[in-house]
C-alpha cells in the first residue's frame, strides 16, 4: 500500500519542479530582450475647416493728461560770428555809458576777436565825431534833425537801443531822513527861468504839504556841454511851459537863464553833491550811483509819479513810431506816465562803410545788445524798449551795406 502512494507523490514533486523551471527560464528571457521601439502613431490629417474670426471691436483710446502735442523744430540759436582783428570805435552820450560799458566788456567774453571802445564825450560831441567819420558808430540821447541828416549824414540809421529817466535830484539838508520831495512841471521850469530862488517858496510847498522845507537858496546845475540828457530835459520843459518854448526853447544847448555848469551827468551829479541847496538834472543811474534823491514828477494826467521800470516804459507806450524811429516820449498821456524820459539811439551808416568784417561785427554787437544784452539795462536802472519799437531797432540793421553787400540778416525768432 505504502508503495503505491509514494509514486504519485513523487509524480507531483517532479512536476512542480518542471513548472517552477519553466517560470524562471521564461522571467530570465524576459530581462534580457531588448525593449522594442514603439511604431511611430500616424496622426489622421483630415483637413479641418479654418474658423473665420470674430471682428473685435477697437476700444476708443481714453486722452492722456501728459501726452505732448508735437512741437515744430525751433530755429538754431543765434551766436555773434567769431570775427577777428577788428576794432570799433565809438563816442557820444553819457546818459547810456554805464550800459554800454557793461556790454563791451561782457562781449569781448563772447567775441576775443573785436575790441569795442566807446568814449562818453556828450551827444552832441558824439553827433560830430560821427559826421566826421572819426567814429565807427555814435551814441546820442537826441535824433539828428531832419535838415542836418540831408546836408550832412544822409545814409544816418538810428538804432534805439534802450529808455532811460532823466530826474531832477538835489542837496536839502534837514530833511527827515525818507522824505521824497514832489516836483510839478510849473515849479521846474521856475525854478530853471530864475523866477523860483528858494526852497521855502509857496510853490514848491504846495506841491509838497506837510514838510517843513528850510529857507535856503536854491542854485540850479545844468550841462556845460552839448548833450542828449539836456535834449531830453529841455523839451520836456517847452512842452509844460510856454515861457520856457518861448525864452529858451529845447535842444542840446540852450542859452541857460540862471545856474552853474558841469560836464556829463557825472559832472552834474557831483556838483550837486558838493552843493548845498542845489538842484540838478541827470540820468537816474548816476542819481541812484551818487546817493542822491529821486523825487515824484507831476505829469500830464496830474498824478506826481516816481520813476519806475512800468512808469517809464509806459511813456513810451500808445506813442506813435515813425519809419526812421526818431520820436520823443516826453510828458506823455497816460496816469501812470513817468513824464521826463527818452530814447537813447546808436547812430550807423547805411551805405558807406567800406570794411565787411567791422560792419558786420557792430550789427552783430548790436543786435546781441538788443537781446542778449536788454538784462543788463534792466539791473543797471535803464528800462527795455516796448517789443514793437525793438523788432524795428533790429530792422535797422538789415539796411546796411558795403558795397552793395548786405551785412546782416535778423535771425528768425
Do not use: C
Amino acid at each position: 500500500m505504502q508503495r503505491y502512494l509514494v509514486r504519485p507523490v513523487l509524480l507531483m514533486i517532479a512536476f512542480v519542479l518542471f513548472v517552477s523551471t519553466f517560470v524562471i527560464t521564461a522571467q530570465t528571457q524576459a530581462q534580457t530582450q531588448p525593449t522594442p521601439t514603439p511604431r511611430p502613431q500616424v496622426t489622421p490629417t483630415r483637413p479641418r475647416a479654418t474658423p473665420t474670426p470674430r471682428p473685435r471691436r477697437t476700444p476708443t483710446p481714453r486722452p492722456q493728461a501728459a501726452t505732448p502735442t508735437a512741437q515744430p523744430t525751433a530755429p538754431a540759436a543765434w551766436a555773434p560770428r567769431q570775427i577777428s582783428g577788428v576794432s570799433l570805435q565809438g563816442s557820444g552820450a553819457t546818459f547810456p555809458n554805464p550800459l554800454y560799458q557793461a556790454w563791451i566788456s561782457v562781449y569781448k567774453n563772447i567775441v576775443p576777436g573785436v575790441t569795442i571802445s566807446y568814449q562818453a564825450v556828450g551827444s552832441g560831441q558824439g553827433q560830430r565825431d560821427f559826421i566826421r567819420y572819426l567814429t565807427d558808430f555814435g551814441g546820442t540821447d537826441s535824433a539828428l534833425p531832419a535838415d542836418r541828416i540831408a546836408a550832412e549824414a544822409p545814409d544816418t540809421l538810428h538804432v534805439p537801443m534802450v529808455i532811460g529817466a532823466v530826474v531832477p535830484t538835489y542837496n536839502l539838508p534837514g530833511l527827515p531822513a525818507g522824505t521824497v520831495l514832489r516836483f510839478s512841471a510849473e515849479t521846474l521850469s521856475g525854478i530853471y527861468l530864475g523866477e523860483i530862488t528858494r526852497w521855502n517858496d509857496p510853490k514848491i510847498a504846495a506841491d509838497n504839504p506837510g514838510i517843513s522845507l528850510p529857507d535856503l537858496a536854491i542854485t540850479p546845475v545844468y550841462r556845460s556841454d552839448s548833450s542828449g540828457t539836456t535834449a531830453i530835459w529841455t523839451d520836456y520843459l517847452a512842452k509844460v511851459s510856454e515861457a520856457w518854448r518861448t525864452r529858451v526853447g529845447a535842444g542840446t544847448t540852450v542859452r541857460w537863464p540862471v545856474g552853474i555848469g558841469a560836464p556829463g551827468n557825472a559832472g552834474v551829479a557831483g556838483t550837486v553833491v558838493r552843493t548845498e541847496g542845489a538842484i540838478g538834472y541827470v540820468e537816474q543811474a548816476f542819481a541812484i550811483g551818487n546817493r542822491l534823491p529821486v523825487p515824484a514828477v507831476k505829469n500830464a494826467a496830474g498824478n506826481y509819479v516816481l520813476p519806475t521800470p512800468e512808469t517809464v516804459s509806459a511813456a513810451a507806450a500808445g506813442v506813435p513810431i515813425p519809419d526812421d524811429l526818431r520820436f520823443s516820449i516826453t510828458n506823455p498821456q497816460g496816469a501812470n506816465s513817468y513824464p521826463i524820459a527818452g530814447l537813447t539811439w546808436i547812430l550807423i551808416r547805411s551805405q558807406t562803410y567800406t570794411d565787411v568784417p567791422k560792419a558786420q561785427a557792430l550789427m552783430d554787437f548790436l543786435y546781441w545788445a538788443l537781446t542778449e544784452g536788454q538784462g543788463a539795462a534792466v539791473r543797471l536802472g535803464y528800462v527795455q524798449l516796448p517789443t514793437e519799437v525793438r523788432l524795428k531797432a533790429m530792422a535797422q540793421l538789415n539796411k546796411v551795406r558795403v558795397r552793395g553787400e548786405q551785412v546782416f540778416t535778423t535771425p528768425p525768432r
